[in-house]
């Protein structure tokens, strides 16, 4: 019906408005764009550009190094490291079971606060939130305490009841790891699937009550499909900081030696850049961890989308 | 809608790897500071130091120095390392342990100084001056060095109608009669993350891990006389006279403080640590030497203590070398370091300060400042440390881990660590005989 009413000379002014449009639209993303080819483009081209070097020195060492071209080998040697392999393979153990366990729990809490059947259901949602809102050093030394026989309370409890009670044993400490993981960011995803949750239209429903549908049947059949879109996304999310892993063994290596020198891809990153003072390869490997991070996370949305379209 | 969370999703896929690349590159910016007329060393160190260098600051207006402590040991290296790789606001003069010298000479972060030192070598003992000491070169003026003790609960040795152990089969006898006494306590513990503890025992051994030839290396980590070491520690283990244990986190610092432990084989500036987590124990405590494998023998070790070095970097390393000399040689600063930290200064005039010669009320009323230059006398091994020491010592560590946890025996942990040592410095293009 607008169009109808619209004169040759306003049609005018709303090309140029478009134009216009555009101009605006890049001041508002310059400082964004900016930052981002300042911060993001800039030391990624770098990191690439290093691993795509080797230094080498000669004899004792304590004469000047050279800087050389050594095109993919820093690649080809990281690929076959027994250290990043090894590492590597204890991240994904640890995200195969750390991952759907919290976002089981992260959509359980979420379809139980829009349920409604949940009392003072702000006060625990903030609850639930709260350790997200912890730094993750900090969290990480809260449940180290946790952990530590003599100073925990929870050792203790367990001790006297003659349970097991080593936290950070050999087997033990990945999972005391992923402990800490699931606190702090379970809250943070039930947000994200409650969000959408809470934007679905409510009238569905209704009409799903009135064709006789229970509560268990709304949830499994109505929302959970419904939201699949923003569980998918935590996935990603969750996924991608599983290959981050790093300062939470780093705050329980002070506690024990179970946790290793290179115990995860990141650690291993950080001993060559900083201790071993191997930046090219310690470039080279963060590609690889990046690229891998960004495979595996491809191949899990195509794999849950073709699952939906099945549907 | 579908194709929207696609794409939204690749795109938040991407942000975060790029941003998982970004992070392995560290920032450096803002200009050097230059005054006028005056030279301005900037000096990092992970101790404070910040009374000594006001002191020099009001004496020598023209060599002003600015002192910054940086957070933690840890992250220490790795933004000295950046800054001065990178040129940009780097520190003229840096605080490096022993350990770390010659890895740190390797990656071209400090420089030699042999020709601004001159007669310097003479206020230390020659053993001193040995640690600063890579290849031909000088790359430091040593600050404080670390005798190792035995530190002992003079009252439950006492109970138990003990002395001091003088060898090492007089330790592991103690062991045994403290283990018959007191079910729940333990003569030590043997440190998940000790390697540079247990170089130093290798060190009073006899053994060389690290030797430097005309132009190449030679490592022996696994020396047969540090192999007995490490069958010695093994049968402690294996005997559960020691409790294997992480060192320095609050449940080890808890167990000196509630009698689990009750010796230390620790080192000299080890005191204030147990002095501050175990205040309840004052007067309980003695120190008494190093146990030595022979009886009669006067042998040492040390484990850690650290030089002031120039960076390469910095342009002013006459300027920088006078001013490490004033803080690590003259008595004004000595004393304020002491005060500071509490440390056993390397020099030789050191051990005259008054912290070390009066009776400390801690350790029975004991002198500390003689015990500790007699610890630091005795017949000790030349010791180099490797240029790949961080990978050396993360082989080690996670070694003992797996030999507490019975998985391997200290014996295999030393051969690993040999391989992987020697693997790690071929890498690096150096070579080794």
């Given amino acids: 019906m607008a169009t109808s009413l619209l004169t040759p000379e306003t049609k005018r002014v709303r090309r140029r408005g478009v134009a216009q449009d555009w101009r605006y639209a890049w001041i508002f993303l310059a400082p964004f764009l900016l930052l981002f080819l300042v911060f993001r483009i800039v030391p990624v081209a770098f990191a690439i550009g290093q691993s795509l070097f080797k230094q080498t020195s000669s004899g004792t060492g304590f004469s000047a190094a050279t800087v050389d071209f050594a095109g993919l080998s820093n690649y080809a040697r990281a690929l076959t490291d027994p250290t990043l392999l090894t590492a590597a393979g204890r991240v994904l153990l640890y995200g195969v079971v750390q991952v759907p366990v919290m976002l089981v729990l992260a959509l359980a809490m979420a379809l139980l606060f829009d349920s409604g059947m949940v009392r003072l259901k702000r006060a625990l949602q903030m609850f639930s939130f709260l350790p997200y809102a912890v730094p993750g050093v900090i969290g990480s030394i809260l449940w180290a305490f946790l952990y530590v026989p003599g100073i925990s309370p929870i050792v203790n409890a367990l001790q006297t009841l003659h349970l097991p009670s080593d936290f950070l044993s050999p087997h033990a400490v990945l999972w005391s790891i992923a402990n800490v993981t699931t606190w702090q960011w379970t809250g943070y995803n039930m947000i994200i699937i409650f969000s959408a949750l809470q934007a679905l239209p409510r009238d569905i429903f209704e009409a799903a009550k009135l064709d006789g549908a229970g509560g268990w049947q709304v949830a499994m059949r109505i929302k959970v499909p419904l939201v699949f879109p923003a569980i998918v996304l935590t996935a990603l999310f969750s996924i991608i900081g599983t290959f981050q892993l790093f300062s939470e063994p780093m705050v329980l290596k002070t506690l024990t030696g179970n946790v290793t020198y290179n115990y995860t891809p990141n650690m291993f990153v950080y001993n060559l850049a900083f201790g071993t003072n191997d930046s090219h390869y310690a470039a080279a490997v963060s590609v690889v961890i990046a690229v891998a991070t960004f495979l595996l996370s491809l191949g899990l949305l195509r794999l849950l989308q073709r699952g939906t379209e099945n549907d | ?433």
């Fill in chain 2, 1 to 433: 809608m579908k194709s929207r969370t696609n794409r939204l999703a690749i795109a938040v896929v991407a942000l975060a790897t790029a941003a998982a690349l970004g992070g392995c590159t560290a920032g450096a910016g803002a200009e050097q500071s230059q005054g006028s007329g005056t030279t301005t060393l900037k000096f990092w160190s992970w101790n404070d130091m910040s009374a000594a260098t006001e002191a020099w600051n009001k004496a020598n207006p023209h060599i002003k120095v600015e002192f910054e402590k940086l957070a933690s040991e840890q992250d220490y290296f790795s933004k000295v390392s950046a800054a001065v790789t990178s040129g940009k606001n780097a520190p003229d003069v840096v605080q490096v342990d022993y350990t770390n010298l010659p890895s740190n000479v390797v990656a071209g972060l400090v420089q030699d100084i042999s020709k601004y030192t001159g007669d310097v070598k003479k206020s230390f003992s020659a053993a001193n001056w040995n640690q600063v000491e890579v290849g031909s070169g000088v790359y430091g003026i040593p600050q404080d060095t670390a005798p190792l003790v035995l530190y002992y609960r003079k009252d439950i040795f006492e109970q138990d109608g003990l002395s001091a152990p003088k060898t090492w089969a007089e330790y592991e006898k103690a062991a045994a009669v403290i283990k018959a006494n007191q079910p729940n306590s333990y003569i030590s513990s043997f440190a998940s993350n000790g390697a540079a503890w247990f170089a130093a025992l290798c060190q009073q051994s006899g053994a060389q891990w690290y030797k430097v030839n005309a132009s190449s290396w030679s490592v022996n980590i696994d020396d047969p006389k540090c192999k007995a070491v490490a069958d010695y520690w093994q049968g402690m283990l294996d005997k559960q006279y020691v409790k294997g244990d992480q060192n320095w986190q609050p449940a080890w610092f808890k167990r000196f403080a509630d009698g689990t432990y009750v010796s230390w084989i620790g080192p000299a500036w080890g005191t204030a640590a147990l002095k501050t987590n175990a205040p309840d124990l004052s007067g309980k405590w003695a120190v008494a030497q190093l146990p030595s494998w022979k009886a009669g023998e006067n042998t040492s070790a040390f484990w850690g203590g650290s030089a002031l070095a120039v960076t390469k970097s910095s342009a002013n390393a006459a300027d920088a070398v006078k001013f490490i000399t004033w803080l690590n040689t003259s008595s004004q600063a000595q004393k304020l370091l002491n005060n500071e930290l509490g440390i056993f200064p390397s020099a030789k005039n050191g051990s005259s300060l008054r912290a070390f010669t009066s009776p400390d009320p801690y350790f029975s009323g004991q002198k500390l400042g003689p015990i500790f230059a007699a610890a630091s006398s005795g017949k000790a091994s030349q010791w180099t440390w490797g240029p790949t020491e961080t990978d050396t010592e993360g082989a080690l560590n996670d070694g003992f881990a797996s030999a507490i946890n019975g998985t391997t025996k200290l014996d295999d942990v030393l051969e690993k660590a040999q391989q992987q040592t020697v693997a790690a410095m071929k890498q690096k293009g150096l070579k080794v005989k």
